[in-house]
């Protein structure tokens, strides 16, 4: 199997599938107390964020615009994060 396709793999069946939880349990939070603070607000603005980059690499990886050793790093990127990650904010740090 080819970086790219680990790549998609990863994204597809564990990063946005995290991160959609992620946004659920948040608004669940705001619906039980019936507002949605800034902190919740920047946590939504910064996981769609995230999840529109993972949509970009996908598209990226479907027409071939990503090298296999880029796909290797973004992979063991990944991977660092998920190993370090903690419940909110899944391990990645803003640039």
């Not at 970086?3 to 959609?20: G, N």
């Not at 027409?63 to 790093?73: A, L, V």
């Not at 990944?78 to 904010?89: F, G, P, R, T, V």
């Amino acid at each position: 199997m080819s970086y790219a396709q680990q790549l998609e793999e990863l994204i597809t069946k564990s990063v946005i599938p995290d991160i959609d939880d992620r946004l659920d349990e948040i608004f669940e939070e705001i619906a039980d107390s019936k507002e949605a603070g800034e902190e919740a607000k920047d946590e939504i603005e910064e996981l769609r964020e995230f999840k529109a980059d993972l949509q970009d690499v996908l598209e990226d990886i479907k027409s071939g615009d990503i090298e296999e050793d880029e796909c290797k790093e973004l992979i063991d990127d990944i991977l660092n994060a998920q190993k370090e990650s903690q419940d909110d904010d899944f391990g990645f740090e803003e640039d």
